[in-house]
């Protein structure tokens, strides 16, 4: 995604006005570019891909489990034939 920079000045009365809404953690130019964002009805919440990767590792110990058990399976039968 392209963006572009913006730079302007704001009033005291603004900044303060910013710095009660800040998050912890938050600078004021984030605080700020949320608030806008927001206000625009644009999402400004950030893209979470732990799901997806948690199904990932899931999908991949289920299939690296599912080879161990016919390993023992094929294991048992040659020990049963013995």
Do not use: C, H, Y
């Given at each position: 995604?392209?963006?572009?920079?913006?730079?302007?000045?704001?009033?005291d009365?603004?900044?303060?006005?910013?710095?009660?809404?800040?998050?912890?953690?938050?600078?004021?130019?984030?605080?700020?570019?949320?608030?806008?964002?927001?206000?625009?009805?644009?999402?400004?919440?950030?893209?979470?891909t732990?799901?997806?990767?948690?199904?990932?590792?899931?999908?991949?110990?289920?299939?690296?489990?599912?080879?161990?058990?016919?390993?023992?399976?094929?294991?048992?039968?040659?020990?049963?034939?013995?």
């Open positions: 995604m392209v963006s572009k920079q913006f730079s302007f000045r704001l009033s009365e603004v900044v303060e006005w910013l710095e009660g809404l800040q998050l912890e953690g938050e600078s004021l130019n984030q605080t700020a570019q949320r608030i806008l964002t927001k206000s625009a009805g644009l999402s400004t919440e950030p893209l979470s732990s799901v997806d990767i948690k199904s990932l590792v899931k999908q991949e110990v289920e299939a690296s489990l599912g080879e161990v058990r016919s390993q023992l399976e094929e294991l048992r039968g040659k020990s049963i034939a013995r």
